[in-house]
């Protein structure tokens, strides 16, 4: 099988590696290029756990190849902090609670940040609709929906300066 | 929050931040699946497609020759294992059914059964690797029901088990029915006759699934010295390492498990799985292999918990229950040990009723060895008992919750086991969901209902064992072997806060690995909390009493001249002498050396706890879809350490029980094949299914542990089934007695009447 050549964008820096023609950005990211914020629950597209944003788009990175990449824009939970500061919904996850396990975390938040930046008044009936792609099984997701209406204000705040 | 007496803590009760928090949210903590060590290569396993199959040989020679590969390993590999049980925490487990439950030798059980696995450069050799082992069966008929399974014309899953009777006696024939017991008080026959009402009703329950997002994962490196290495997640680091040593027959000291975070577990983490293989792969292909599951493995290959069928026959008698009469029927999955025995010792700790009587049986069936799953063996058994209940109540005209508080279990009641009750918080909590405004607002509309139950789980008691390290800047290092599963480094380090008196924010609570520390227990059984949590409370007065011999030593008097309170320690025999903690701490090279504590320590006293929830559901006769409309959970926890994540774990434990309710099943063709192994078919809760979960605490402390904490994870789960039921019965005025109620059960029951 032959390799394929990737060049794209994470997280703002410039990456080029090679792939098969099957694997998925999912696996790409956490067996090729040491990203592993982005979780496998289900390497279907019905748990959200690797979700990552690509081209402004929130997706499930397990249901996109990785060679659909090239030329690229892509987000992921490790891109989300700005060096040391927390984003608002990074800070107000870890005040509110709103993860035990953590394993979904990163999902959430990534999908989380693709929800307020284009909707920033959300109410929590959206947040709750936006957020159903994302599978917790610990939390019942009370905390989770109260830490994305906390973030809301900041974020709210930060767009207009 | 309703607290009955305590006492005015610093730190317990409050708020802080979680220490692994940041790693948390910013994706860099390392889970099973993330640890990559120089060379690793990777692991698949080959399943079995048949549920119940004899095998009669396995040919890997082709497989062999596939490129990339670089070791094969079955059933052959492990060595004989012992026919002996060993207890795990959570559950027992008899070594040589866990070593064929990991690779089956003889024979199939299940579909998804494991039987060999291939270690390849890839994962896609491996995966092409494992279809190219060719196995040959005989494929026999499979039992996947517990009814039939229980029939004596059943086919056997092990023609020389024999049901296991009280006294240690055998049944004469063999039978997939593995152990059968019974618990009696009083005269149940008697006081169903002189009761006023008597219902009796028959209750199923589906098979259904933890669920944890994080599939099983483990990476193992045989070493060229003979030790091992094991990077996983599980609940418990030692009990990994136990049952690795037991089944790969090696010394426990020359494995080494070095526990991962854990994404979810619930029970189904405790036991092992890929751990042994992935070592065996390892020494076999002299590289670090690393072995993950897919969600269809994790849900046809780990284990979930039972399916039921459970039949009560329950009297009223002055507005109370009276005599209770129960036949619980357990699915064991391929190997014995489901949870029965629990559901019977928790189905009645509600009451405090004369006439007990309850027959157990405990089944083999052609589908996955169960395993733990919060509370086990509660819930369905409380959905049949609550069911009851209120249908006694409604019946007799009497307020469900009412019914309940005349009826209540409290301390000094006798459970089902002749033990008494020690200090319960039943009747707080009945009370307090009585007068909640919930439950005092009306609930109007057509299709809409409301239901109320009640729920009881122990909690675990058992081993921990936690090191605390002083350091000369006054900061802490808290040492302990209990995985965190959702905040106990936290709520361990505030016990240590308070035990110390110094700042949360001074303690650095580490999870180590099983060569750095004492043996510890599974997280599960709700036990960490409360058992490490003592464990950290004689820790914490050890080193107290370190530092005042430290401080005597200094001021030239007995450690007995010495009392510390408040962060200072005083020398009461001349009142100018004083050493804040962190003073203190700096002068360990001056006065003896490094100061540390330690406890190692079997918990008693982890006092069990009860929970009564309130939901009001609205039922669409047109499609059959029940929505939550509002649910409050009160709960006694003792005392609540960090109420957030008190709150996070009760809230968890609903909405796991609501899926349970409503939605999760295994479903399961005539052949024993489940035919909804995804997320997208088993369908769990997601944010838009359920409202907000009014978490309610009551705190009516553990008179066993020093600080009053009582186990919460489990309790929350027990009472949904029967709530939820209770209130689409309430709604629709018909008594629904099979779970999931999910739309099409309603829409056929609806219709068709009763
Ligand atoms: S792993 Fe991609 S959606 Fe579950
Ligand atoms: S915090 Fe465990 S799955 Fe969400």
């Given at each position: 099988m032959s390799k394929h050549h990737v060049i794209t964008r994470i997280n703002g820096e410039q990456v080029e590696f090679l792939t098969d023609p099957g694997t998925s950005l999912l696996s790409a990211l956490r067996d090729q290029l040491g990203l592993t914020g982005s979780k496998e629950g289900c390497n279907n597209g019905n748990c959200g756990a690797c979700n990552v944003v690509l081209n402004g788009e929130l997706v499930n990175s397990c249901c996109v190849l990785a060679v659909e990449i090239n030329g690229a824009e892509l987000t992921?939970?490790?891109?989300?902090?700005?060096?040391?500061?927390?984003?608002?919904?990074?800070?107000?996850?870890?005040?509110?609670?709103?993860?035990?396990?953590?394993?979904?975390?990163?999902?959430?938040?990534?999908?989380?940040?693709?929800?307020?930046?284009?909707?920033?008044?959300?109410?929590?009936?959206?947040?709750?609709?936006?957020?159903a792609g994302n599978l917790c099984r610990c939390t019942g997701y009370d905390k989770i929906v109260q830490a994305v209406l906390d973030a809301a204000p900041e974020m709210r705040a930060a767009a207009r300066a | 929050m309703t607290t009955i007496e305590r006492p005015a803590y610093k730190v317990i009760g409050s708020r802080p931040v979680r220490p692994d928090g940041v790693e948390k949210v910013t994706g860099k903590a390392q889970y099973a699946a993330d640890p990559r060590p120089q060379g690793v290569v990777f692991g698949k396993i080959l399943r079995s497609p048949h549920a119940h199959a004899r095998i009669v040989s396995i040919d890997t020679s082709e497989a062999e020759r596939h490129?990339?590969?670089?070791?094969?390993?079955?059933?052959?590999?492990?060595?004989?294992?012992?026919?002996?049980?060993?207890?795990?925490?959570?559950?027992?487990?008899?070594?040589?059914?866990?070593?064929?439950?990991?690779?089956?030798?003889?024979?199939?059980?299940?579909?998804?059964?494991?039987?060999?696995?291939?270690?390849?450069?890839?994962?896609?050799?491996?995966?092409?690797?494992?279809?190219?082992?060719?196995?040959?069966?005989?494929?026999l008929t499979p039992v996947t029901n517990v009814l039939d399974a229980m029939r004596e014309d059943a086919p056997l899953l092990?023609?020389?088990?024999?049901?296991?009777?009280?006294?240690?006696?055998?049944?004469?024939?063999?039978?997939?029915?593995?152990?059968?017991?019974?618990?009696?008080?009083?005269?149940?026959?008697?006081?169903?006759?002189?009761?006023?009402?008597?219902?009796?009703?028959?209750?199923?329950?589906?098979?259904?699934?933890?669920?944890?997002?994080?599939?099983?994962?483990?990476?193992?490196?045989?070493?060229?010295?003979?030790?091992?290495?094991?990077?996983?997640?599980?609940?418990?680091?030692?009990?990994?390492?136990?049952?690795?040593?037991?089944?790969?027959?090696?010394?426990?000291?020359?494995?080494?498990?070095?526990?991962?975070?854990?994404?979810?577990?619930?029970?189904?983490?405790?036991?092992?799985?890929?751990?042994?293989?992935?070592?065996?792969?390892?020494?076999?292909?002299?590289?670090?292999?690393?072995?993950?599951?897919?969600?269809?493995?994790?849900?046809?290959?780990?284990?979930?918990?039972?399916?039921?069928?459970?039949?009560?026959?329950?009297g009223a008698k002055d507005g109370k229950l009276h005599a209770v009469q129960a036949t619980l029927r357990y699915e064991a999955g391929a190997y014995p040990g489901s949870p029965v025995g629990a559901g019977a010792m928790t189905m009645l700790a509600p009451y405090d009723l004369e006439h007990v009587e309850i027959h157990t049986f405990d089944v083999v069936v052609n589908k996955p060895k169960t395993s733990a799953y919060r509370a086990p063996g509660s819930p369905a058994a409380a959905f049949a008992m609550e069911s009851v209940v209120d249908e006694l109540a409604r019946t007799l005209k009497i307020d469900p919750l009412q019914f309940r508080l005349n009826s209540a279990s409290k301390e000094g009641t006798k459970q089902v086991t002749g033990v008494p009750f020690a200090r319960i918080g039943n009747e707080?909590?009945?009370?307090?969901?009585?007068?909640?405004?919930?439950?005092?607002?009306?609930i109007e509309g057509p299709y809409r209902g409301r239901g109320v139950a009640s729920g009881y789980w122990f909690n675990g008691g058992m081993q921990s064992s936690v090191v605390v390290a002083v350091n000369p800047d006054g900061t802490v290092n808290l040492v302990e072997g209990s995985t965190d599963i959702g905040g106990t480094r936290a709520s361990l380090a505030m016990q240590?806060?308070?035990?110390?008196?110094?700042?949360?924010?001074?303690?650095?609570?580490?999870?180590?690995?099983?060569?750095?520390?004492?043996?510890?227990?599974?997280?599960?059984?709700?036990?960490?909390?409360?058992?490490?949590?003592?464990?950290?409370y004689q820790a914490g007065q050890d080193v107290i009493r370190e530092m005042s011999s430290r401080a005597a030593r200094l001021w030239s008097v007995t450690p007995e001249d010495v009392s510390y309170e408040d962060g200072v320690f005083h020398c009461l025999k001349d009142s100018t002498k004083e050493l804040t903690f962190k003073e203190l701490a700096a002068q360990g090279a001056r006065t003896g050396g490094p100061i540390a504590g330690r406890a190692s320590l079997v918990a008693r006293g982890a006092g069990g706890a009860f929970g009564t929830h309130i939901v009001d559901v609205e039922v669409d006769p047109g499609t059959g879809k029940t929505t939550i409309l509002r649910y409050t959970a009160v709960q006694d926890v003792g005392t609540a350490i960090h109420p957030s994540y008190v709150e996070g774990q009760i809230q968890g434990g609903v909405v796991q029980g609501i899926g349970w309710a409503l939605n999760e099943e295994f479903v399961y063709d005539e052949n024993g094949r489940m035919l909804n192994s995804s997320f997208l078919d088993y369908r769990m809760p997601t944010a838009l299914d359920v409202p907000l979960i009014d978490a309610v605490i009551v705190e009516v402390p553990n008179p066993g542990h020093p600080y009053g904490v009582r186990g919460v994870g489990e309790v929350p789960i027990v009472p949904p089934l029967a709530a939820i039921a209770n209130a689409v019965a309430d709604a629709t005025g018909h008594r629904f007695t099979q779970l999931p109620l999910s739309p099409r059960r309603l829409i056929e029951e609806l219709d068709g009447g009763d």
């Open positions: 992921t939970i490790e891109g989300v902090a700005d060096g040391d500061n927390l984003h608002p919904l990074q800070q107000s996850f870890i005040n509110d609670a709103a993860l035990q396990c953590g394993i979904c975390t990163p999902g959430f938040i990534v999908a989380a940040k693709a929800l307020l930046e284009r909707e920033p008044d959300a109410d929590e009936a959206r947040i709750r609709h936006w957020l | 490129p990339g590969v670089l070791g094969i390993v079955t059933a052959a590999d492990f060595p004989q294992a012992e026919d002996k049980v060993q207890d795990l925490g959570e559950g027992a487990v008899n070594l040589r059914e866990l070593s064929d439950n990991i690779l089956a030798s003889e024979k199939v059980l299940y579909r998804g059964h494991a039987i060999a696995a291939v270690a390849a450069a890839s994962p896609h050799e491996a995966e092409a690797a494992a279809q190219k082992i060719r196995v040959e069966y005989e494929v092990n023609e020389t088990r024999h049901t296991k009777m009280m006294g240690g006696q055998h049944s004469e024939r063999p039978s997939n029915i593995a152990a059968y017991n019974q618990f009696k008080a009083g005269d149940a026959d008697a006081g169903l006759a002189e009761s006023d009402l008597v219902v009796e009703r028959e209750f199923t329950t589906s098979m259904v699934h933890q669920g944890y997002i994080e599939p099983q994962s483990s990476t193992a490196s045989w070493n060229a010295d003979g030790t091992i290495t094991i990077w996983t997640s599980t609940q418990g680091a030692f009990v990994v390492r136990a049952q690795v040593a037991e089944v790969l027959r090696i010394p426990v000291a020359r494995i080494k498990v070095i526990p991962m975070e854990i994404g979810g577990g619930f029970g189904g983490k405790i036991p092992i799985y890929l751990d042994p293989v992935a070592a065996l792969l390892s020494k076999k292909s002299g590289r670090p292999v690393k072995l993950s599951m897919n969600r269809t493995e994790v849900f046809e290959g780990t284990g979930p918990t039972s399916g039921t069928v459970i039949s009560v026959k329950a707080e909590v009945l009370n307090t969901a009585m007068t909640h405004p919930h439950y005092t607002a009306p240590l806060a308070e035990t110390l008196s110094i700042p949360y924010d001074a303690i650095r609570p580490i999870v180590a690995d099983t060569d750095s520390i004492g043996h510890n227990d599974v997280t599960g059984g709700s036990r960490t909390t409360v058992a490490s949590g003592m464990a950290v």
